[in-house]
């Protein structure tokens, strides 16, 4: 293949598979082509719509970056915004919907933007992201050339294996299930695991912001390897007033060096 668009094109014919996590979740390439996406999910339970839109949206601001890149680059999230609309996402069964849209690119980095909808149409939430423009060498040429997809139809939630360390931390695994095409976890996975707990401190400092929409920004500064290890996230609480309440968060990959930093905001009036 001579470009990454074509390679995406493939992809969205059934001629190539998914990376793992997309397979995972089910994931969905509709229509691609030079600075656009457009993506989807198979129908998911309720309760992983959250962390499946923060997936989606990852994979789809990246593909989107992607479509103008040569087959000798590849591009590495730096950093991730998150903007929920109106409440949570749906409380229901619902497949997700996404539009990715390249807005910037030079020889360094990338910036994109996504838009994720339920299956009604319903805005879920804006996404943007910024990332690296690299040159595709050594361990993950071969990596992304024997990427596999994940079983269709499998449970991100199970994979994850998140669980609670109290009300400021989230334990999870960095299983292979949810890895991306060069055996990493991808970053809207490590994005729904700082999210957890960013939200449990912030309800439990102010049980009466469960359910309003949060805004998430989110810094990647390590890369987390898709081995099965254990992860974890920990928040502090910066502010919680009555109606408005903000925390950081960092997660930490099996040998406790930082990978992610995170803040979130949350707003009900």
């Known amino acids: ?107 360094d980095n990338a910036l994109s933007t996504c838009e994720v909808h339920a299956d009604d149409g319903e805005l879920v939430g804006t996404f943007t992201c910024r990332c690296a423009v690299l040159p595709l060498v050594g361990e993950r040429r071969r990596g992304a050339a024997g990427a596999a997809g994940g079983a269709a139809g499998g449970d991100m939630l199970d994979a994850m294996a998140l669980a609670d360390l109290g009300p400021d931390g989230v ?4 299983a292979p299930a949810l ?44 890369a987390v390897p898709a081995d099965g290890t254990t992860i974890t996230a920990h928040a502090e609480v910066l502010h919680a007033g009555s109606r408005f309440a903000t925390a950081r968060a960092e997660l930490r990959d099996a040998a406790g060096r930082p990978a992610v930093f995170a803040s979130s905001a949350r707003w009900a009036g």
């Open 1 to 107: 293949m001579t470009s990454q668009l074509e390679r995406l094109r493939a992809l969205a014919q059934g001629d190539t598979p998914f990376a793992p996590v997309g397979g995972t979740f089910g994931a969905q390439l509709h229509e691609v082509e030079r600075g656009r996406v457009a993506t989807g999910t198979a129908v998911l339970r309720p309760a992983a719509n959250f962390a499946a839109a923060l997936v989606l949206a990852d994979m789809t601001l990246s593909m989107a970056a992607a479509t103008v890149l040569s087959a000798e680059q590849q591009i590495h999230t730096l950093t991730m915004r998150a903007h929920w609309a109106g409440g949570t996402v749906p409380a229901a069964p619902t497949a997700l919907a996404g539009t990715g849209r390249l807005v910037h690119i030079d020889a």
């Open 179 to 222: 890895s991306n095409s060069v055996g990493l976890v991808q970053g809207g996975v490590l994005a729904a695991i700082v999210a957890a707990a960013l939200e449990s401190a912030i309800v439990a400092a102010r049980p009466r912001l469960a359910g309003a929409p949060p805004d998430l920004d989110l810094t990647y500064v390590r």
């Open 171 to 174: 334990r999870a695994v960095a």
